[in-house]
């Protein structure tokens, strides 16, 4: 953070718990943003952004266990001490249990103004032993969520290659 003091985002595979854990240069404290009973918090990314104030905002995959939505991204952001505001952005889900390896790849960044953009590959297909998937750029300006098209292909590609990261003014 600005004052040069850690904060770290993790889970507990055991009960499915997000915590965000700061540490003001004397002692550790530490936040409980969430608990699911149906989670993927350990099987795909967690990550942590601070905005230009300081303020932690997060995305998490949940599982939501459907066909083809199988794993959606919920982003979360505190709102006071302790207290967090987490939201399921919008057509954002993604993989099932015969894609379990694409629905757990996804990309988050905050822009210079704390404004959330995710970058996640969606329309999975599968070729040889190789799946593809288009990229899907969400974002959310003025406390609404956007979605496009941000690349389309028919190519086939690793999973650990068709990813991709958000940076931006």
């Known amino acids: ?15 499915c718990v997000l915590k965000y854990a700061s540490f003001d240069g004397v002692s550790w ?5 969430t608990t699911q009973v149906n989670c993927a918090l350990t099987s795909g990314p967690i990550q942590l952004a601070l905005d230009a104030s300081g303020t932690p905002h997060v995305t998490y995959l949940q599982y939501v266990g459907t066909a083809y939505m199988g794993y959606v991204v919920n982003y979360a ?5 302790g207290a967090w505001d987490i939201e399921t952005i919008p ?3 993604g993989g099932d249990a015969n894609h379990n390896e694409w629905s757990t790849y996804f990309s988050f960044a905050l822009d210079r103004f704390g404004n959330p953009h995710v970058l996640r590959p969606m329309d999975y297909g599968t ?12 974002s959310k300006i003025g406390g609404v969520w956007s979605s496009e098209l941000f690349e389309q292909t028919t190519q086939v590609c690793d999973p650990s290659t068709c990813r991709g990261t958000y940076y931006g003014g």
């Open 1 to 15: 953070d600005s004052q040069n003091q850690p904060r770290i985002l993790y889970s507990r595979s055991s009960n």
């Open 77 to 81: 952001h505190r709102t006071g001490l």
């Open 127 to 138: 070729s040889s032993s190789y799946e593809y998937a288009n990229l899907t750029y969400f």
């Open 91 to 93: 057509n954002s889900g």
């Open 29 to 33: 404290s530490t936040e409980t943003i």
